[in-house]
């Protein structure tokens, strides 16, 4: 299984608590370690899990809209985008648990025009304010098909990590990873009012692959 970059210090730190903790358990319980040590070596697997890179076949889009991680669409609204849109737009929300793959992929192609680090709190991932709230970034592509489409990585209550490696200028390509979010957390992509939206609240999307939306050239 391969793991993703992100993964070194988290791993590194979760092997050498596994070993102390294991060895404190097994000295001090003996026949008893198990209690602990079974638990734990739970929860040191699903650490590996969560890093995990899948092995997925990006294909070329240009008017498709493709969902940029893993998880639910639990919002699906019309939205004032202030920060970079100005106007309304379509809010199109995918929550991710830990549990999913937390590679975050661009949602379209085309140009990267705006970047920005946003500090900010930790409310839970689906609380509708954690768009302006929490700590996030805001990316912003110029389609292919000419349209200015937002995106949004939001740290959650338990996501405190948000990593990402786009620059402006940079050529941004549908399904391509552009960052990572570590642990629970959200995406939010902002649409022009005309785009059609294929995927409903409560879906399942796999990032990179699943269409989530087209836009009209």
Not at 180 to 203: A, H, N, Q, Y
Request: aromatic fraction near 12%; proline fraction near 3%; glycine fraction near 6%.
């Amino acid at each position: 299984m391969k793991l993703h970059r992100e993964s070194k210090g988290t791993i590194t730190v979760a092997t050498l608590l596994f070993i102390i903790i294991g060895a404190l358990a097994i000295y001090f319980l003996e026949m008893w370690s198990l209690v602990i040590v079974l638990p734990l070596l739970v929860v040191y697997s699903l650490v590996f899990w969560f890093f995990r890179v899948p092995n997925r076949e990006i294909l070329e889009h240009r008017e498709n809209v493709i969902a940029p991680v893993d998880g639910k669409v639990v919002m699906i609204k019309e939205v004032e985008e202030d920060e970079f849109i100005k106007g309304k737009a379509i809010q199109v929300s995918i929550f991710m648990s830990p549990l999913n793959v937390h590679i975050c992929r661009y949602p379209v192609s085309g140009e990267v025009i705006y970047k920005k680090y946003h500090p900010g709190k930790y409310l839970v991932a689906w609380h509708e304010k954690s768009s302006t709230e929490n700590e996030r970034t805001t990316i912003a592509v110029q389609s292919l098909t000419n349209h200015k489409v937002v995106f949004r990585q939001i740290a959650g209550y338990v996501a405190r990590r948000i990593v990402f490696y786009c620059n402006e200028g940079d050529h941004a390509k549908a399904g391509h990873e552009f960052g990572f979010i570590k642990f629970g957390s959200r995406m939010d992509v902002f649409l022009p009012l005309d785009t059609e939206i294929t995927c409903k609240i409560g879906d399942i999307t796999k990032g990179g692959l699943d269409v989530i939306a087209r836009m009209k050239d």
